[in-house]
């Protein structure tokens, strides 16, 4: 049962995510909170965010970036107070710091790899055709040929 | 009775399976056509041991016969018929019996359908399918024997989880595991090619249509879940990133490019080892999203998942596999000459490059699932890879092949002059590039991401339809459309699956761009507007299901004062499971849907309501459907079903020396 494990996961209670007591009045900061809120991690949930999340942490977390935000904080001010508090665990998208940088490069390494290995290839396929195209004698013979 | 005739007959099976594995496999290898022929029967009769096997499964969930532990487990004598059969496999136990009987069958259907394989093809590729069963059904009887017996039954059950009683999830499991098994077929097919050390264009063609089928069932499979999860999470969500998702997500980028290899070993004789590789590697990616999935490794902080024994035997059976086939690979790849000759502009090249975008983008999947268990295991960094990673790092992927997919789809095989190729191509740019920017000037001050969406999109589409119409040739055009009318199966299924990516990549970006959200608390007879919409609470009450208890709200929806629908998503409680779960109502539309959650009663006697406007999210799921349409139409091209070119590469096959 492949989504079996994401149901129970996911599922401890419906979702519902943000509460309306939660929104903030001024629809920029709230906008930040929600594009924040993606970002981070529900430490007691698997995978989801607070913005997703129903958990009683996640609403406390949410209403602490709203909290942050209400004080004035900048979005990079809001982050680091959390992984301050709660460690990079709540970073959805992991910072590209140390053995992180192997993670994040990844996916350009693999595909110059990739690539380079294909234009290797498919150069190397080429070649035969050149090769093939004609040999000594076949040539020597086209040359008579082409004399008369 | 039946239900230990069942556990009897899937003992035999595993017996069968040991026989299947051996038997055919030594014969291939001294060139004893009796042993061969072994293989046959034995595929067909563990066929049908494993089906009865599961059919006694299946009346014991039926009749809910609660001396049986799975059933207790799984399920209660009110819960609907339809959920009481799917409920066999909505549990670890009775999902690998589903699992074991597929792989039978492709095992039996190899046996069935390939007549016009080399006799000494088929009977490795049978015995390979066989020890692939002898593993599982091991990993079942050893490990997760579905039919243990309680000494006391209970009256009743514990019912199925709620979450599962749901027909969008109900039929998900097939179709996905037809996906993860059938890519057996094509791993069996590559093992044995390697074992036989030689892969030449019938090979191509006879794995192709193997990986089609599982592809397109993945497709489905995968479809199905997200569309569930779409609907039935409560917030309209359609992927996650989730590990599990990403188990089944990773077996379908492969098979997608295997697919697309596996034409140029047809066509062109070239690309043989990579594609053998693939293969193998495919079918690997499906070994391990089962141990993903079953072993809880990724999911260690739920104590449910977790089984250590279960984890371990699976990551043998991968290990083993995977081992076993890619030494052989190191071994015997090098047997596995190129014919074709082809230049870097051509068919073959686009066909290369499509399966380095592939490739990589499945190995980003994978990395970025893996990375968390990676980085606390060697670094000590306890971390999250969420989707804004995935988003971030496999998005450009896909935008690359939407790009190079319609010029490298009409590229000539073996030498293509770009000029001459993009010539029918232009018209579409230009109207991929004028929609995309009407697209931008309609949306003012939001994302990039839809006019990139639409101006792909409609790349995509038009690039499919050109494909078709030049493919036509000269002449007028009565003569035209009495060519595009014969045109081969596979040429429309390519075209159109090519159609199914761009609708998807609309919808994927649409939604995303464009979603409209209201969340609020609605007295009853409240009125308010989202979009262009105009939504009432009408009326909140408790209704009494077969077995839950709901809290239905009626809503109604206005569109220019005119009344759209009246939506009733409800909240249930399962009192048996003790679960409760959200129902979305939905009213569906070709260019958006209207999305009503009811929430939780408030204090001052409101109700809390969200309102989700989802521009297209349709689209998504379409997409995929036309993706697997076109993989159906591929499927029935009368070159697969005929085999015509396998008998042609059948003569000189038999004048070979064995090894």
Redesign the interface.
Known sequence: MKRLLLVLILIATPLWAVQPDEVLDDPVLEDRARELSKGLRCLVCRNESIDESNADLAKDMRVLVRERLVAGDSDQDVIDFLVERYGEYVLLTPSATGANLALWLAAPIMLLLGGGIAVVYLRGRAKPAAAEALSKDEQTRLAELMKD | MIVELGHFTLILAFVVAIVQSIVPLVGAQKGWRGWMAMGEPAATAQFLLVGFSFAALTYAFVTSDFSLRLVVLNSHTLKPMLYKVTGV????EG?LLLWILILALFGAMASWFGGNLPPRLRARVIAVQGAIGVAFIAFLLFTSNPFLRLEIPPFDGQDL?P??QDPG?AF??PF?YIGYVGLSMSFSFAVAALIEGRVDAAWGRWVRPWTLLAWLNLTIGIAL?SW??YYE???G?FW??????N??FMPWLLAAALLHSAIVVEKRE?LKSWTILLAILAFGFSLIGAFI?RS?VL?S??A??NDPERGVYLLAITGIFMGGALTLFAARAGAMQ?K?????VSR??AL??N??LL??SC??VF??TI?PLV?EM??D?????????FD??FT??MVALAIILPLGAILPWKRANLRRSMQPLWGVLALAIAVGALVWTLQTGRTILAPIGALLAVWLVAGAAVDIWTRTGRGELPSKLRRMKNLPRADWGKAVGHAGFGVTIFGVAALTAWQIED???AQIGDTYTVGNYEVTLVDVARVQGSNYVSTMAQIDVLENGRQLDRLTPE?RVYPVAG????EAAINNGFTRDVYV?I??P?DNGGW?V?TFIKPYANWIWAGAIIMALGGILSLTDRRFRVAAGAKRARAPEQGMPAE
Not at chain 2, 381 to 389: A, E
Not at chain 2, 579 to 582: A, L, Q, S
């Open positions: 496999w909505g549990n670890h999902s989880n979450l599962l999830l998900h499991p996905l879940g569930w999860a999470l409560g917030w969500g996650f990133w989730d590990p599990v998702e188990a089944s070239a999935v809880g999911t902080v739920h449910f998942a190129a074709g000759v082809f230049g870097l073959e090249g290369v490059a399966n380095v490739a990589v190995f980003v990395v970025g990375w980085a060697f670094f960094r306890k971390l999250s890879v969420g989707p804004p990673f971030m790092a450009p992927f969340i609020r608390v909240k679960m409760p779960t959200t959650v929430g939780d408030q809390a969200r």
